[in-house]
Antibody
Framework: QLQLQASGPGLVKPSETLSLTCTVT??????????WGWIRQPPGKGLEWIAS???????FYNPSLKSRVTISVDTSKNQFSLRLTSVTAADTAVYYC??????????WGPGTLVTVSS | EIALTQSPATLSLSPGERATLSCRAS???????FAWYQQKPGQTPRVLIY???TRAPGIPDRFSGSGSGTDFTLTISRLQPEDSAVYYC?????????FGQGTTVEIK
C-alpha cells in the first residue's frame, strides 16, 4: 500500500524559501508507474497543482510558479522534495504530496499547513 | 492552459435524490487522465473516480463518472447525508494540470 507523508516547517518568513519533503513508503521513488507531485490549497480556497516529477520523463511545473519552484527526487531516502523561493503571504496553504498522473489511481498524502508570516 | 469549469457552484438536495455535477473543459483532452475528488472540511481530497469513469477502491457504487472530450459528469445516484462535501474535478493529461473550482453539495 502506497503511503505519502509530507514534512517541513509549518512557518516560513516572507521572502524566504519554503522547503517540503515527501517520504514515500510502499513503493520505490524510481518506479516509472508514478508521477510524484505537489498540490496546494490556500485556506478556504480551491486546489492548485504546483509541480510533478517522473523518474524517466523529468519535471513539470505550473507556469505561474515556475520561476520560484524546484521539485527533485532523493533516491537514497525514497523521498521527493519541493522548494519554493521568495514566499509571500499568498503562498500560505495546505501543501499535499500526491501522485497526480499516469493511469494508476491518484494517491494523496495528508496535507501539511505552511504559513508565511513574520 | 486547459481550464475546467464546474457547475453548479452549489447543489442542495434531499437524501435519496440524484446529484449531477458537471465539469467542462476549455478544450478537449484525453479522458484517461481525469478524476473527481470529494473533500470534507479539514480533510484531504479523496479520489472518487479516475480515468473519467473508474471508481477508486472502496468507493460506493452510487458514485459514477462519465464523459469525454470537454464534458464530464459525476453522478451520485442516491444521496446520503455523508455525501455533503465539496467535489472537485481534475485533469492531469499534461502540464499545467488544472482543477475545477469545486461544487458544494449540501444535503437538506
Amino acid at each position: 500500500q502506497l503511503q505519502l507523508q509530507a514534512s517541513g516547517p509549518g512557518l516560513v518568513k516572507p521572502s524566504e524559501t519554503l522547503s517540503l519533503t515527501c517520504t514515500v513508503t510502499g513503493d520505490s521513488i524510481t518506479s516509472t508507474s508514478y508521477y510524484w507531485g505537489w498540490i496546494r490549497q490556500p485556506p478556504g480556497k480551491g486546489l492548485e497543482w504546483i509541480a510533478s516529477i517522473h523518474y524517466s520523463e523529468g519535471t513539470f511545473y505550473n507556469p505561474s510558479l515556475k520561476s520560484r519552484v524546484t521539485i527533485s527526487v532523493d533516491t537514497s531516502k525514497n523521498q521527493f522534495s519541493l522548494r519554493l523561493t521568495s514566499v509571500t503571504a499568498a503562498d500560505t496553504a495546505v501543501y499535499y504530496c500526491a501522485t497526480p498522473g499516469g493511469v494508476l489511481v491518484p494517491f494523496w498524502g495528508p496535507g501539511t499547513l505552511v504559513t508565511v508570516s513574520s | 492552459e486547459i481550464a475546467l469549469t464546474q457547475s453548479p457552484a452549489t447543489l442542495s438536495l434531499s437524501p435519496g435524490e440524484r446529484a449531477t455535477l458537471s465539469c467542462r473543459a476549455s478544450q478537449s483532452f484525453t479522458s484517461t487522465y481525469f478524476a473527481w475528488y470529494q473533500q470534507k472540511p479539514g480533510q484531504t481530497p479523496r479520489v472518487l473516480i479516475y480515468g473519467s469513469s473508474t471508481r477508486a477502491p472502496g468507493i460506493p457504487d452510487r458514485f459514477s463518472g462519465s464523459g469525454s472530450g470537454t464534458d464530464f459528469t459525476l453522478t451520485i445516484s442516491r444521496l446520503q447525508p455523508e455525501d455533503s462535501a465539496v467535489y472537485y474535478c481534475h485533469r492531469y493529461d499534461s502540464a499545467p494540470q488544472t482543477f475545477g473550482q469545486g461544487t458544494t453539495v449540501e444535503i437538506k
